[in-house]
């Protein structure tokens, strides 16, 4: 993936919205902050808990006026990457667009400059280093449901978890976001 400049970085909103536009990295840290620890579990079976600092989409959306059509989201990413999100998800308690990760600004790895975090969903479903925001009227693969036998709707499933952070000691877990340990 290319090294994203956060000083030239603009995310675009675009699509479906009465008012699209663009924002910089600055501007979203004057957005209402919101952290939270939200464990991210990957469809490999491992899981990791971490601090996340952003905003949410609800603050997004009033500036940009998402029209009645506009169903989900198409997240553009600055690795070719695309994710679908659903407007109902993104609305969800808890759904961040974050900008720092353990009080730090995220690292390039871990999606520097904006990523979406979605707890109740697969690692997948919380793409990284987003350029663009594409309001969209109906639902989208994105790349991993279209090339990988991965759920369209990414919502974590009951089953066993391998945590990071308990040497990988198995857990079991009922489905959607873990909160348990």
């Given at each position: ?40 579990k990957c469809v ?107 759920s369209p709707d ?28």
């Open positions: 993936m290319r090294r994203i400049n956060g000083q030239t970085w603009r995310l675009k909103i675009t699509g479906l919205c009465d008012a699209p536009q663009s924002f910089t990295l600055e501007q979203f840290k004057s957005f209402t902050a919101t952290t939270q620890s939200s464990r991210m490999e079976c491992w899981s990791a808990r971490t601090q996340w600092s952003g905003f949410s989409i609800n603050e997004l959306e009033k500036l940009v006026r998402p029209q009645p059509e506009a169903k989900g989201v198409l997240f553009h990413c600055g690795d070719k990457y695309k994710e679908y999100l659903s407007r109902e998800a993104l609305n969800q308690d808890r759904v961040l667009l974050a900008h720092s990760m353990n009080g730090q600004p995220l690292s390039d790895a871990h999606g520097f400059p904006l990523r979406l975090i979605a707890p109740s969903k697969y690692g997948y479903k919380n793409p990284k280093a987003i350029l663009e925001m594409e309001y969209v009227s109906e639902h989208q693969y994105g790349t991993w449901s279209k090339i990988g036998p991965y990414g919502t974590i499933l009951p089953g066993t978890d391998h945590p990071l952070e308990f040497n990988k000691e198995p857990r079991r877990i009922s489905g959607g976001e873990i909160t348990d340990y």
